[in-house]
């Protein structure tokens, strides 16, 4: 399955922006998706992930009550709606799409359990 991330750009702090990952050559259902960041100078961290059809998700910490996640498997697309941006949530934002589906949502929280990745867009909160 290929990935391609939108929505991305330069917003001051406390704005709002969608991000969107649209999927083609697979079964989208088929797949959990999950968010990732990276930062300058920083490894690859967990944002989110949901469930094949989005009964399921889970967020990190630190953007808990501000991140949501969600998907629109009749449009081969899942969202990341991120309120209320900070400067330490500037970053190149990836989505993933995992086959898994022995685990439970809240755990899939590893990049390594993630197939097929997208390019990124990047993620920029400054004053």
């Known amino acids: 399955v290929r990935l391609v991330e939108s929505g991305g750009g330069l917003v001051q702090p406390g704005d709002s922006l969608k991000l969107s990952c649209e999927a083609s050559g697979g079964a989208f259902s088929g797949y959990r998706v999950g968010w990732f960041r990276q930062a300058p100078g920083k490894e690859r961290e967990f944002v989110a992930t949901i469930s094949r059809h989005g009964t399921g998700t889970y967020v990190e910490d630190s953007v808990k009550g501000r991140f949501t996640v969600s998907r629109d498997n009749a449009k081969n697309t899942a969202v990341l709606l991120m309120n209320n941006l900070r400067a330490e949530d500037t970053a190149v934002y990836y989505c993933?799409?995992?086959?898994?589906?022995?685990?439970?949502?809240?755990?899939?929280?590893?990049?390594?359990?993630?197939?097929?990745w997208g390019q990124g867009t990047q993620v920029a909160v400054s004053s």
């Open positions: 993933a799409a995992s086959e898994r589906n022995d685990i439970p949502t809240a755990t899939m929280t590893a990049s390594s359990l993630y197939d097929y």
